[in-house]
């Protein structure tokens, strides 16, 4: 943990300046977490508000990749560290930032985990935010408990989630340690839910229709929207580039933009 470890301020002092956190969680993995995290977070950035993106996963860190800033530092400033700048001046803090090379694999147990996050919120300096995206690794464990601890108490929690039955039985997972740790839920999220075929114009439900919503409605949770399958999404991803800015003119886009949109006017925002 080079360059960390001196507590320098109470957790309060060092989130003081973040108006609104938001954690990005799912049960599942590879159902699009970090994607919708850096597109939300775009969405909001070209908006004008000040994103910050916390990259919490700490065994596959892949916000540095999809933002196209993998290989950055972050060095010690005057109060903390100093979050690389990112696309759209987005504030960004990951693991990735901290290891030899991006080969590097971290292999800690839980309380190694723990304190990493603690560092990664205490020992920041975010600065003012009007936005803290936080791109959680699958599932409800390490990772997600400390964030919460550690950011006392979020502004709320976005649910992803695939279509398939597969991905619905561990959502449920993520809504019910949403509640039991008191974050709001803001909404769950369909992903990759249809693709429609660039020459026939026909849709195809590759992993079946409706299942975010579904349950959203069996879970008593709002339903934020849903977000087509599309291969330039896996495309712009490993360009580093985020979708939202290089295909603007998408259904994609039109999706995340609306569910960024949802998400600021549950905070209190004034977006349009
Ligand atoms: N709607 C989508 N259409 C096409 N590809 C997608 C979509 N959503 C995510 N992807 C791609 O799927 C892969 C997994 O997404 P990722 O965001 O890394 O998932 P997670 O963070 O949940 O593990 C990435 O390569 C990403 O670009
Ligand atoms: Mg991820």
Redesign the pocket.
Known sequence: MSGFGFEVRSPEEAIEGIKHTVL?M?G???????????NLASVLALKGYSVGIMDA?IH?P?IPK?LGISGSRMYQGEIGITPVVGPLGMRVVSIDFLLPTSDTPVIWRGPLKSRMIKEFINNIEWGELDFLFV?L??GTGDEPLSVVQELRKPSGAVI?TIPTEVSQIVVRKAVVFARQVKVPILGIVE???G?TCPDTGKTYMIFGAGGGEAIAKAMNVPFLGS????????????KGVP?VVMWPDTP?TKAITNIALKIAKKLGENAD
């Open positions: 990005v799912s599942k993995g590879g159902v699009g977490k970090t994607f919708i995290t850096v996963d596959g892949s999809m791109d690794p699958p992803v992903n990759m839910s693709f977000i087509p399958l599309d291969p330039r999404i896996a495309e712009a991803s490993d979708f994609a």
